[in-house]
């Protein structure tokens, strides 16, 4: 009986491990889609060039779908982020759906398979040059055809012109094209005439005016040509807020200096403003030079205007301090000054300049608003100090009427 127990026992552990080597030896079962994806690259080279002959073309459709941009003004470079859209035929990738169970398409990564080899020409990054099209996730038709659609961020040069800045403008060019081969060989091509903006995120601080495509064809000789494709984009810097801050303070600032010349000539307060004005306006062309990056040979009209700005307070202030001290001496005015404003007094619009009033005779013969000779009211007072002030006047009046037409000029420079 025992050894009929230990008969029966071997048995059954004999059972169980012919049991689990069937199990083992037995063959898994493939899904359509892993069978077809081991098919079609079995024995697939990456790094060739997907033609059945080799003086057939592959021609290559390229799409740019925008969704966003950000411009570096002060490394003049472009952030542009999108969707690029790649297809091209691919004849060693084709099957029949029929073998697969009806199966037409199938996804796979872009390291994978072929990739065309197309590159930016004007890229801005510090890292190697991407010689082929960026990584990311590919369609594959039963007929061949390859859809590629990476999220893509070219980084590009600009060269900005901030002459007219904050209402300047900035056009950049992005240029793919194949990377060492003709266009015998890749031709690289595209059906938009303008890139697709629907999925676009605008900027705060710049405005996308245009984007376009085109495509160009150059023709090295020997029949060999190399096809390209641009894309430009035309930004507009937003100048509310720099409108709001400098536009502001500059006329503010012009307001500053010509106030100088209403103040009195003998007191301390003229020539304390104008120190305060040309003090501020070398810390606003501190503030502009620090806010703006270098333009090249080209000074934006901006800081020309508070450049010029300054050294009109600056001369306002040499003249404060020369009437000051001119009007201060005891000595006798020079008799052609004394003629000037003997002759100026005769006129009613001298008078007004001068800010004296018409005596009751001179005031009656005026009957043309200023153009008709009055009585003479006299020659200059006998009190030497009295004729220096009636001549400081002048040339206050005199610098007030320039400095306005030059400031006149300035504003008019920036705004056109």
């Not at 012919?18 to 994806?37: G, H, M, N, V, Y």
């Not at 990564?109 to 197309?118: A, H």
């Not at 705060?204 to 150059?218: F, G």
Request: hydrophobic share 40%; net charge negative.
């Amino acid at each position: 009986m025992y050894k009929l127990n230990n008969l029966i026992f071997l048995c059954l552990i004999r059972c169980n491990v012919l049991a689990e080597e069937d199990c083992s030896t037995s063959p898994t079962q493939k899904t359509e889609t892993l069978r077809l994806k081991e098919d079609i690259l079995r024995d697939y080279d990456t790094s060739v060039r997907p033609v059945l002959h080799h003086s057939s073309q592959t021609v290559v459709y390229v799409s740019m779908f925008l969704r966003s941009i950000n411009f570096e003004p002060y490394i003049s470079s472009i952030g542009i982020h999108c969707w690029m859209i790649w297809e091209w035929t691919d004849e060693h990738l084709q099957w029949n759906p029929s073998d697969y169970g009806g199966l037409d398409n199938l996804h796979v990564d872009s390291y994978e398979i072929w990739v065309p080899e197309v590159s930016e020409f004007d890229s801005n990054t510090v890292w190697d040059v991407e010689l082929k099209m960026p990584s990311g996730r590919c369609e594959l038709e039963s007929t061949g055809k390859v859809s590629c659609v990476p999220s893509t961020v070219y980084f590009t040069l600009c060269n900005p012109d901030l002459t007219y800045w904050p209402y300047d403008q900035v056009n950049c060019s992005l240029r793919l094209g194949a990377w060492m081969q003709y266009g015998e060989e890749i031709n690289i091509t595209t059906t938009q005439e303008n890139v697709d903006l629907l999925d676009y995120k605008g900027n705060r601080e710049w405005n996308l005016l245009s984007a376009t495509v085109r495509m160009h064809l150059e023709d090295y000789g020997n029949n060999n040509t190399f096809p390209w494709i641009q894309y430009s984009f035309l930004l507009q810097r937003q100048s509310s807020l720099y409108v709001a801050t400098l536009g502001v303070s500059a006329l503010m600032f012009a307001v500053l200096v010509l106030t100088t010349f209403w103040l009195r000539h003998d007191g301390a307060s003229r020539i304390n403003l104008s120190c305060v004005s040309l003090f501020c306006h070398y810390l606003h062309l501190q503030y502009l030079g620090w806010l703006l990056e270098n333009n090249g040979d080209t000074c934006p009209l901006v800081v020309l205007f508070f450049r010029d700005s300054m050294l009109l307070s600056g001369l306002s202030m040499v003249v404060a301090i020369t009437l000051r001290g001119v009007t201060s001496t005891s000595a006798a005015p020079p008799l052609w000054t004394a003629q000037t404003i003997s002759w100026m007094l005769r006129y009613r619009t001298g008078q007004l300049l001068l800010r004296l009033k018409l005596s009751a005779e001179g005031a009656g013969s005026d009957r043309t608003g200023g153009t008709e000779e009055s009585e003479p009211i006299g020659n200059l007072p006998a009190d030497d100090t009295h004729g220096w002030a009636l001549i400081a006047i002048l040339v206050d009046r005199v610098c007030f009427l320039v400095f306005t037409l030059v400031y006149l000029f300035l504003f008019a420079r920036c705004l056109v």
